[in-house]
């Protein structure tokens, strides 16, 4: 299994500001990299797919990056409402999730 | 408009049985391999099983495998999750998840509400 390592476990941004979330691979996983983004009491949701690719509905402040080992999730603008839990998936070696990243916003 | 409704979790003691189901609607089913995902109270999630549209494939995490299946019935755009043996520490909410296609591998572009399976004495 390919263990994802995500980096900070935790962190916390004023509202308008940017958050950059961090995602590394055991191994190269080329750019099979997903985010998803998971709210108090709900299920995730897909945010980014091919390490850069914004699924449906997703604004355009939601940025992914990176490709190898390295992957960055960044945050441009944030709203009150971006507060969650930040995970990164490989689906390059069949799959594995990051521990994930709480995103608190105030 | 994509919607995966799960049912079927509750209360069981350890060593029971409980199937869980999922009804799909709003897409072609059999247009899509389906997965079983799940989150222990306070944990991050793990996947746990995959099958293919007309079930030719099908994995399990290694946590699970000998004690959960998974099947589906298309006529009925239906998931569902026999879990037999349970323990402790398969209590979680358990999500069934569309995958979204990628011939690359398995990521998910759907997620249901999610129901809970508490195994407790």
């Known amino acids: 299994e390919v263990v994802m390592t995500q980096s900070p476990a935790s962190l916390s941004v004023s509202p308008g500001g940017r958050a950059t979330l961090s995602c590394r691979a055991g191994q190269s996983v080329g750019t099979n990299l997903a985010w998803y983004q998971q709210k108090p009491g709900q299920a995730p949701r897909l945010l980014i797919y091919?390490?850069?690719t914004r699924a449906t509905g997703m604004p355009a402040r939601f940025r992914g990056s990176g490709s190898g080992t390295e992957f960055t999730l960044t945050i441009s603008s944030l709203h009150s409402e971006d507060s969650a839990v930040y995970y990164c998936?490989?689906?390059?070696?069949?799959?594995?999730f990051g521990q994930g990243t709480k995103l608190e916003i105030k | 408009e994509v919607q995966l409704v799960e049912s079927g979790g509750g209360l069981v003691q350890p060593g029971g049985s409980l199937r869980l189901s999922c009804a799909a609607s709003g897409f072609s089913f059999t247009n899509y391999s389906m997965n079983w995902v799940r989150q222990a109270p306070g944990k991050g999630l793990e996947w746990i099983s995959y099958t293919t549209s007309w079930s030719k494939t099908i994995y399990y995490a290694d946590s699970v495998k000998g004690h959960f299946i998974i099947s589906r019935d298309n006529a009925r755009n239906s998931l569902y999750l026999q879990m037999n043996s349970l323990r402790a520490e398969d209590t979680a909410v358990y999500f069934c998840?569309?995958?979204?296609?990628?011939?690359?591998?398995?990521?998910?572009?759907?997620w249901g509400q999610g129901t809970l399976v508490n195994v407790s004495s």
């Open positions: 091919d390490a850069s």
């Open positions: 998840v569309r995958d979204h296609g990628d011939p690359q591998g398995p990521h998910f572009d759907y």
């Open positions: 998936q490989q689906y390059d070696h069949w799959l594995s």
